[in-house]
């Protein structure tokens, strides 16, 4: 395995970080009608924060958000809110059109000259809005400097595997058949085979491997998208109109595209479309760092998902705060946030009141929540629920594992489970709800 002792420098000075932040959140849908994706609340916070305060920590000198025009001012309203200025003043944004549904990869080659003006940032440290990470960045950064690669990608055996994730909102079938099958050389932290589950048909190919070759085949790894991103890489790209037409994403497009063109002379490697054909690019490997089991390691890129990231993070959040009062240390992204209060299990918004019952018998019948500011809970059992803000839950209702968007209301005697609540919509009194979706109903006329 790659030794990180032989780093080559401590800096991320030669790196620009890119957030991305203009996705249309489609997989969030029911949550984004009235707020954009990137400002999702996760633990009361919104969901741009964490891959933020993550690049800020990591010391870059220079962050860009890609963000649509319509989203800015919104932006701008919750960076004051969150950060300090000496951070602010890192932070600058490329500005795109809203009708613009731009692949990843797309993006950033389109707004290139924007992002890089300076010629001596050589490479790009690219997040997406929706990674929720906790790990030391600067590995993989050296990993890019020491291989010279055009990608390098942090992946995660996470121990929680999306069979256990908790299903909230209307059961669909599921479509996905696949998972991405990724052929790692451990030795040389090399990417030798990726095929992502987008373009798994009903076969996978596996490419000719020399037996004095140990490429592990591997499943259910969590790529949390965050890549490090070669300027050279984006310059072939810019220049070449067949590529730029055809690699837009960088996961399920420029990954497995350069992996099959690569130089894997020491893996005997052969794609399954054959080798490069005269006037083919011809790339270095792809490089990976497989993030220890201990990190966080997640993507809120679905309501489950989303879900999932709100449950960690207050686990995360409530062990911060029992540290800083026990040590008087806080934790750095995960410490409890000045707009809330710790209190027992749960993570309470300022400004939200309980019925006097509720109060006396707070640990009994409200546990493991995330409720947001200027919320009003009745003489009910709340159990793993997220509030947004400004929500109202009457009496004798009993809510477990359920999301509950901004300005929503639960009558009385309401009983839910696993049941997601639309911004502004209202569950009628008595009702008995489990894996269902509460939302605005639009009529055709």
């Known amino acids: 395995m790659l030794d990180f002792r032989q780093m080559i420098t401590d800096t991320t000075m030669d790196f620009c970080a890119v957030l991305l932040a203009a996705g249309k959140g489609h997989k969030l849908k029911d949550l984004t009608e009235n707020c954009p994706k990137f400002l999702l609340p996760i633990a009361n916070r919104p969901m741009i924060y964490y891959p933020l305060k993550i690049l800020l920590n990591a010391g870059f000198r220079q962050i860009v958000i890609i963000i649509a025009e319509k989203d800015t001012r919104k932006l701008k309203e919750a960076l004051k809110s969150h950060l300090d200025m000496s951070e602010i003043n890192r932070i600058k944004t490329c500005i795109i059109n809203a009708e613009d549904d731009l692949g990843t990869l797309e993006a950033i080659v389109h707004y290139k000259d924007s992002i890089l003006p300076d010629t001596t940032s050589q490479h790009l440290c690219v997040f997406s809005c929706d990674t929720i990470i906790n790990f030391d960045i600067q590995p993989l950064c050296d990993l890019n400097r020491i291989y010279d690669c055009p990608i390098a990608l942090a992946l995660s055996k996470n121990s929680l595997k999306q069979s256990e994730v908790v299903k909230i909102g209307l059961r669909l079938k599921s479509k996905k058949k696949f998972t991405d099958v990724v052929g790692l050389n451990e030795s040389e932290a090399k990417i030798c085979f990726y095929q992502a589950e987008e373009e798994i048909q009903d076969q996978i190919v596996i490419p000719n491997i020399s037996p004095t070759s ?163 809970i009745g003489k009910s059992k709340l159990i793993g629920c997220v509030l947004f803000s400004n929500v109202v839950i009457g009496n004798n209702c009993v809510l477990e594992n359920c999301i509950l968007a901004n300005h929503s209301r639960v009558e009385d005697g309401c009983e839910m489970n696993n049941v997601l609540v639309a911004a502004s919509q209202t569950v009628q009194t008595k009702s008995k709800l489990s894996h269902e979706t509460v939302k605005k109903i639009v009529q055709f006329q």
């Not at 990954?255 to 490069?276: L, N, T, W």
């Open 214 to 376: 140990r490429i592990k085949l591997l499943t259910q790894l969590v790529d949390p998208h965050v890549y490090i991103i070669s300027k050279q890489l984006l310059d072939t790209v810019s220049l070449d109109e067949k590529l730029r037409v055809n690699l837009t994403r960088i996961k399920s497009e420029a990954i497995p595209y350069i992996v099959r063109k690569s130089d894997h002379s020491g893996d005997s490697f052969v794609s399954e479309k054959g080798d490069a054909t005269k006037g083919d690019h011809l790339f270095e490997p792809c490089r990976y760092l497989m993030l220890s089991s201990d990190v966080l390691v997640w993507r809120a890129d679905s309501i489950n998902n989303f879900y999932e990231a709100n449950r960690r993070i207050l686990q995360l959040t409530i062990s911060s705060a029992r540290q800083a009062k026990n040590e008087s240390m806080k934790c750095a992204v995960f410490d409890c946030p000045s707009n809330s209060t710790v209190i027992g299990t749960n993570l309470i918004g300022n400004n939200t009141s309980f019925s006097d019952e509720v109060k006396n018998k707070k640990n009994e019948s409200v546990k493991n929540n995330v409720i947001g500011s200027d919320c009003h």
